[in-house]
């Protein structure tokens, strides 16, 4: 199927795509995972229905897919030019007349379809679903997700009804042990006990419900009749519906009270229009261009990753590795705080956003150009040898206890209590 993308594009496709996908996916789901122990607190604390979580997940895969597609990326041509190095093969492909630049081919092609997904993303589809989730979590704390009435609490609707209930089964379709007071405008209170009950819906009324109850008593207390107080009355019951009428329910604003639900056009039209306010523009302008420092960052991640990927001869360090992370997870925090500067108005969204990126980037081609261009050059040589010095004495300090620490036998086999020496 890829017979006519020669050999070597191949080979380093297959070894660049393995990594990325992996990543991508590790990413993703310990993202995932954070968020959903959160979010299953938050809906049980609110009692409303499991399925709103996968929901909620759902609509924030855009973001930590951002996030992750970055971060794969990075990882992916780290790892595969990082095996290259280890394994003597990159020092061939380089003897037979192959550099940097033709061996970046298939990572700059992986980079440019990356690139347009994270674009479609960050202007297009994350600002719609995190529109999606906060209307997921309006619904949520207002009930309008049907929200489950807590067992053994009370909970007043429509402010003249409280209702209680002791024990639910069947997925809150059977209420077993059911207390309800209410009370009218005229001072008249109906305090009602039932053995079970269940809720019915109306056809004629939506917002209006029907608790259907079986085997219980009402006391009716018809307040103050001609100045003096009147008897209550009791009444027991087979069954008794008893209507609620339901809380009205505010609609959810609409998509664009924060500059995150913007798409692009929206973006462009409210951050350099007169007719808007000057902190719609600065916080429009501060979203628009943090956006595009993340997206054109990943043009030079495979740069970043040559530079981190290659250890020294004869060493078989990950330092690359671990500050490819550091560096990136950096970088996005910069950005996000120069974001929050320029949305406050206090610094330009250009310089705020664009001075970070243009060190970042300087910082990159530097790294690259010694590891690319300068026989035997490393980029992060220093922190190499700075860590080689550190673990080594780190082993001989262990070396020195397990030996301190050993057990002493003596000719005839037994244990001397003292420690060796």
Known sequence: MFKFIPAIDRYILRLVLVPMIGVFVL??????????LRLFDFVATEGGPVGVVFKMLASLVPEYASLAIPLGLLLGILLAFRKLATSSELDVLRAVGLGYGRLLRMPYIITALMVGLNVALVFYVQPMSRYYYEQLEYELRSGALGASIKVGEFTTLADRTALRIEESRNEGRQLI????RVA???????SISAREGNFLATSDNPDTIILRLTDGTIVQDMGTQGGRNSTPRVLSFTRHDLPIDLPAMEKFRQRGDAEREYILPELLRIGWSPEGTETQRDASQASFNFRMVEV?????LPLLAIAL??????STSALGVFLSIVMVVAYHKVNEYGQDFATLGRADPVLALWGPFAIFAALIMWMYYRVAYVPG????GALESGSAKIAKKIRKLFRRKR????????DDGDLQPEAAQ
């Not at 009218?184 to 109906?190: A, D, F, M, W």
């Not at 990927?309 to 004869?314: D, F, M, Q, V, Y």
């Not at 030996?403 to 003596?410: G, K, L, M, S, Y």
Request: hydrophobic residues 50%; aromatic residues 6%.
């Open 27 to 36: 990413a993703a789901s310990l993202f995932t995972l954070d968020k959903m």
């Open 296 to 300: 054109v960052m990943m043009l030079l």
């Open 309 to 314: 990927a290659i250890p020294p001869k004869r």
């Open 403 to 410: 030996r301190r620490f050993e057990p002493v036998i003596d």
């Open 177 to 180: 042990g059911i207390f309800a």
């Open 377 to 380: 050059g490393q980029a992060i």
């Open 184 to 190: 009218n405008s005229k001072g008249q209170v109906l």
